[in-house]
């Protein structure tokens, strides 16, 4: 998928809502464990019930993986039925790899080959060859974390190196690398007071923006200072869709919440 | 495995070498692809040819992943077979992991419960809460990114952050974290004239050290500039050792190269 048919699909729906699909068996319905695939009957039901809501799904990889093969299996059936059913949706692994250069063609192969993601979160402290084997297929994306919401981000991210923080110079650095156009950007909503300034240096870039809802970051503030003229946000949401509710009435709830969202985004919108 | 049975092995087997599996189809032998699960079979006479000459195995999970589910199940088989064959042997899944808390606690999950590696290769990118959950666990370790291999270390990690670089910042701090005791490092040994500033910083620390030979690292100068009085290195080889024959004498030819690695290392330990 182009950005520029994400940017399409925004504009047709209202909507830069991305949902989070961290299915986790300890928290979906109890009468979804009876079915021989709890995980993708979840998935399922949420994507059923809010597809025309939201542009974008992303799977957390770690949710899968800590269920072995079953869990892959739920990860594979959950990204083929996006695909076969949904292919205007934008998928997200969101996964944040990143190795030397033969193991990150190996990682793009995974996601984009195998299971085919339109785009891989990728961790940059491993630099260029560790990012750019994901930046070699056509139509395929690679989103770098450049500043996470969570409370870890300061240990390191928002440190001066050479006069400005290191989320920043991994910014720049970035848009030196080969195929660089292909690269979208976490930032977390968490740290909406660092929008502006991150959008100095990638105007253009589409972010993906997780910690609006549980993690408390304001879908507001992230507009106001995020957004660009294609609006260029993604707005992540997963435990306050996914988990609305943990009775038979979960994929009804979780609908509620995405509509509320793309409410306030299409008013957003609207409003600009 | 606590790091005392890990040095124990290492005194015991006159060796402190890691055998990379990153078993690829595309190098593998011919004549095992007529095998229902060819990587794992890769794997397992490699195993069986090496087992005495090493004191540990890092199966790549990129080089799994890349194949889906049947991967992941050749994984599951190979981490299986070094558990119940080789208990003695100190396993490390590298998967250059790490995410907000909930996730990393889901990727732990993954590696020390359902597959049961000893070990998880980190990326420190997300800072302290993103590390901790993965030293949570009571005879298992996370081995933290600090220095790698590649040319792309030289993009962020030796970068100055107030007057020192970025990956003498990580190590500090990670010693900050809840259970670092429990904390690893990979450096690379394509930088081996690091080796003496970062045991100032952390003497005691067993360090993951990939980057001998197809990459271009120095065995002697590593131990030279690295290794302390329990040894304190894990040197890994992959390609090197795995990939030494694709005929049907690869597992022999691996042994040959594992052996050479071995008697060098022995050499090294009774000469210091």
Redesign the interface.
């Known amino acids: 998928m182009t950005i520029k048919q994400l940017t399409e699909q925004i504009q047709k729906k209202k909507s830069f809502l991305c949902i989070g699909l961290?299915a986790?068996l300890s928290k979906i319905p109890a009468h979804l464990l009876q079915f021989q695939d709890p995980l993708f009957e979840f998935n399922k039901a949420i994507i059923d019930a809010t597809h025309d809501l939201c542009v974008s799904y992303k799977p957390?990889t770690?949710?899968y993986?800590?269920?072995?093969?079953k869990?892959?299996?739920a990860l594979?059936k959950t990204i083929n039925y996006l695909n076969e059913r949904h292919p205007d949706i934008f998928t997200i692994a969101?996964a944040?790899?990143?190795?030397?250069?033969n193991?990150?063609s190996?990682?793009a192969?995974?996601?984009f080959?195998?299971?085919n993601f339109d785009s891989v979160t990728i961790?940059?402290?491993?630099?260029?060859?560790?990012?750019e084997p994901f930046l070699a297929f056509e139509n395929k994306h690679a989103i770098l974390?450049a500043l996470?919401?969570?409370?870890?981000?300061?240990?390191?991210?928002t440190?001066?190196?050479?006069e400005k923080e290191?989320y920043k110079?991994?910014i720049e650095?970035s848009k030196t690398w080969k195929n660089s156009e292909r690269l979208l950007y976490v930032v977390g909503a968490t740290k909406a007071e660092y929008f502006t300034e991150i959008r100095k240096l990638i105007p253009d870039s589409f972010l993906l923006v997780?910690g609006v809802g549980a993690?408390g970051g304001s879908l507001e503030e992230v507009c106001k200072h995020g957004m660009n003229n294609q609006v260029g946000l993604l707005i992540n949401s997963s435990r306050g869709i996914i988990y609305a509710s943990n009775g038979n009435d979960f994929a009804e709830k979780a609908r509620e919440e995405a509509l509320k969202m793309q409410q306030k985004m299409q008013s957003i919108m609207q409003n600009r």
């Open positions: 961290d986790d957390n770690a949710f993986e800590a269920h072995g093969i869990g892959w299996q594979q969101d944040k790899r990143g190795d030397i250069g193991t990150s190996m990682y192969k995974a996601f080959e195998d299971l961790a940059p402290y491993m630099g260029k060859d560790s990012v974390l996470t919401s969570n409370d870890g981000a300061f240990d390191f991210q440190k001066k190196v050479e290191l110079i991994v650095t997780p993690q």
